[in-house]
T-cell receptor
């Protein structure tokens, strides 16, 4: 149980284009999903918390107009990188939360590797 | 002071030995503690979680939590080369369900 998928697993795009990444919880409903970014040899950096039916909460320094998050259902959250530039090239990973209160646990998707040319 | 601190390593142990990974955290209100394993180029995979003081065992893995000392550790018994990965300590504090990650400890198990 607690399987999270992401699509696509990798994407290459030209500078200035937008890229949408999907995150799905396959065998459970996730009220809350999280989006992370990870650069080589660095730890995970939380970008935003996505709650079903409401606006995402972005971490300090993350541009909400550049990284659009939509959590339209209990099993799907999307991250759109708008007007991507080479510095946005990174490993984007989502996670979905299972459980409630202090005992909820995050399970991660397999990640999406974005390369912006 | 970082919120969650781990030794970055690399930690090198011979096959069959016990690997000990340590983590300290600063938020005394933290409720839940997690260990994730991340292979190079892959996403994190949950190994264990622990909520209460003491030890929790799952197969070759044992998590230890000491809230008074704000310390959590992961022991891997009978280490295998396939255990070679980066181990991330994550702490759920008092800020809206977010996990705070340490920088990870790279473990290398030598055959």
């Amino acid at each position: 149980g607690a399987v999270v998928s992401q699509h696509p697993s990798w994407v290459i795009c030209k500078s200035g284009t937008s890229v949408k990444i999907e995150c799905r919880s396959l065998d459970f409903q996730a009220t809350t999903m999280f989006w992370y970014r990870q650069f080589p040899k660095q730890s995970l950096m939380l970008m935003a918390t996505s709650n079903e039916g409401s606006k995402a909460t972005y971490e300090q320094g993350v541009e909400k107009d550049k990284f659009l998050i939509n959590h339209a259902s209990l099993t799907l959250s999307t991250l759109t990188v708008t007007s991507a530039h080479p510095e946005d090239s990174s490993f984007y990973i989502c996670s979905a939360s299972v459980g409630h209160g202090g005992t909820d646990t995050q399970y991660f998707g397999p990640g999406t590797r974005l390369t912006v040319l | 002071q970082k919120e969650v601190e781990q030794n970055s390593g690399p930690l090198s142990v011979p096959e069959g030995a016990i690997a000990s990974l340590n983590c300290t955290y600063s938020d005394r209100g933290s409720q839940s503690f997690f260990w994730y394993r991340q292979y190079s180029g892959k996403s994190p995979e949950l190994i264990m979680f622990i909520y209460s003081n003491g030890d929790k065992e799952d197969g070759r893995f044992t998590a230890q939590l000491n809230k008074a000392s704000q310390y959590v550790s992961l022991l891997i018994r009978d280490s295998q080369p396939s255990d070679s990965a980066t181990y991330l300590c994550a702490v759920k504090g008092t800020q809206g369900g977010k996990l705070i990650f340490g920088q990870g400890t790279e473990l290398s198990v030598k055959p």
